[in-house]
């Protein structure tokens, strides 16, 4: 059975940090690309960011390049979002999402978790 499952949400004030993880289960991780993706209230599901297989190339969307770095641990079978310098329109539901090498469509998704970014 396919598993993703995300932890680490929560409010935060604007400039704070959280550090969401996605544990995964019942594929071979290592064989997927690995992203993050979120959504907003009234708004279409946007991309996060991603990370290769091997957790050597890593791709952010520019409104959080240079503030969120994604990262994966393939002993553990997680990937994890650090998520610095926090904006109140970082406020959305955030998932991740499994890719298979060679795929063109994502295979698996997590339930999400809520990120509120608010004073």
């Known amino acids: 059975q396919v598993q993703l499952v995300e932890s680490g949400g929560g409010t935060v004030q604007p400039g704070g940090s959280l550090r969401l993880s996605c544990a995964a289960s019942?594929?071979?991780?290592?064989?997927?690309?690995m992203s993050w993706h979120r959504q907003a209230p009234g708004k279409d599901r946007e991309l996060v960011g991603t990370?290769?297989?091997?957790?050597?190339?890593?791709t952010y969307a520019d409104s959080v390049k240079g503030r969120f770095i994604i990262s994966r641990d393939n002993a553990k079978n997680t990937v994890d979002l650090q998520m610095n310098s926090l904006k109140p329109e970082d406020t959305a539901v955030y998932y991740c999402?499994?890719?298979?090498?060679?795929?063109?469509?994502?295979?698996?998704w997590g339930q999400g978790t809520q990120v509120t970014v608010s004073s």
């Open positions: 019942g594929f071979i991780f290592d064989s997927y690309f």
């Open positions: 999402a499994a890719r298979m090498v060679g795929a063109n469509e994502i295979n698996y």
């Open positions: 990370v290769s297989w091997s957790g050597i190339t890593t």
